[in-house]
């Protein structure tokens, strides 16, 4: 990897506990029952990104114009595509495009600037998208922290952005947004982020009290729900993020909406029971007729048969990455609160585990 060109140094991992120079009484559940310290590294999210901005300085990417630019990625490694063209909004000029599968859009210029992302490098769908963009003459950047990916990708002469190897790929997000924002930028789709990345780095730091407090508020008022997610706009792909932690950290079904479609066909499948609890991620710098439509939503569903909660959480922030980190990791600490309530280690993820293992079998 190339000397670094900034002065941050690269982030190391803490000794479990030591991060918390806060009141941890919100969060002393999880820790009972989270012996691999996910929720440090949950914490430590501000961190990740700053180290991020290093990693992606350090390793010798050069400004390439492109028509679009396409992160391939899935699970985790995926969806800092979707949190990139979120907090880029009405800044892209030109497409940033998440792909999750094995093939490139055939829609795609030849010339559009692909970006591979694989946390653990072996990530089969992603390695088929870095061998579609070889077909395709495609220009290629990959993170990753090693594997199949890093070992063709340096054979290929292809730039890899190295990250920290000590991480569930699913507490990596703040990595994979980084460097996806960073292939819209090199691509010419949008200015960098660099600077707000960094102001996103502190309001967290600053905020995490705040937040650790709500995501157990949070967590009580879910309590055996379902939970339903709703996002609009900037918290639409947060929402998508706060679902795949639920699945993976507490082992519980969730399922994400978004408004305004929901409006036009989901809302009327509310009542029943009452298995279910809404959860509305707003935004304080939300369009009027969305923070509207959250209001009277929310009032159509609890008003419906067996009352279901409704819980509507809004983020705070000067740009659009501080909110949206800060909804983010709201997000991860209410999925690690829930599987406390459950008596849940939230890392393990054994059902994904054993289908890859039988997908490697084939």
């Known amino acids: 990897m190339p000397a670094p060109r900034c002065r941050t140094a690269p982030w190391q991992p803490k000794v479990k506990g030591s991060l918390v120079e806060m009141t941890d009484e919100p969060l002393a559940r999880i820790r009972e029952n989270d012996p691999s310290g996910l929720l440090d590294d949950v914490l430590a999210m501000g961190d990740h990104l700053r180290d991020a901005l290093w990693r992606i300085s350090s390793a010798g990417l050069e400004e390439r114009e492109a028509p679009m630019a396409l992160v391939c990625g899935v699970g985790g490694s995926g969806v800092g595509g979707d949190l990139a063209a979120a907090a880029y909004g009405d800044r892209l000029t030109k497409p940033l495009i998440p792909v999750r599968g094995y093939e490139i859009p055939s829609w795609a210029p030849v010339d559009s600037l692909v970006c591979c992302s694989s946390y653990s490098g072996e990530t089969e769908e992603t390695l088929a998208c870095y061998a579609a963009a070889e077909a395709l003459g495609a220009p290629r950047i990959a993170a990753t922290t090693g594997g199949a990916l890093a070992e063709a990708a340096r054979a290929d002469g292809v730039p890899v952005i190295g990250l ?64 339903i997610i709703y996002g609009s706009d900037l918290t639409d792909p947060i929402a998508y993020r706060w679902k795949c932690q639920v699945n993976e950290n507490a082992l519980r079904q969730c399922f994400k909406s978004s408004l305004p479609e929901a409006d036009h066909n989901e809302i009327a499948g509310w009542g029943g029971d009452g298995g279910f609890a809404a959860v509305m991620l707003l935004d304080s710098d939300q369009h009027p007729r969305e923070r509207e439509r959250f209001e009277l939503t929310g009032e159509i569903i609890s008003a419906t048969e067996g009352s279901p909660a409704v819980i509507n959480s809004e983020s705070e922030g000067e740009t659009r990455t501080a909110r949206m980190f800060e909804a983010v990791m709201l997000g991860d600490l209410v999925s690690l609160q829930l599987a406390a309530r459950a008596g849940i280690d939230p890392t393990p993820v054994e059902a994904i585990d054993e289908l890859k293992a039988r997908l490697g079998r084939k």
Do not use: K, N
């Open 164 to 227: 920290p190897g000590i991480l569930q790929p699913r507490a990596a997000v703040a990595y994979m947004f980084a460097v996806a924002a960073e292939a819209a930028r090199l691509a010419g789709c949008a200015p960098g982020l660099h600077a707000e990345i960094d102001s996103a780095a502190a309001h967290l730091h600053a905020r995490r009290e705040i937040i650790a407090a709500r995501s157990l508020e949070i967590a009580e008022r879910i309590g055996d729900a379902t939970p």
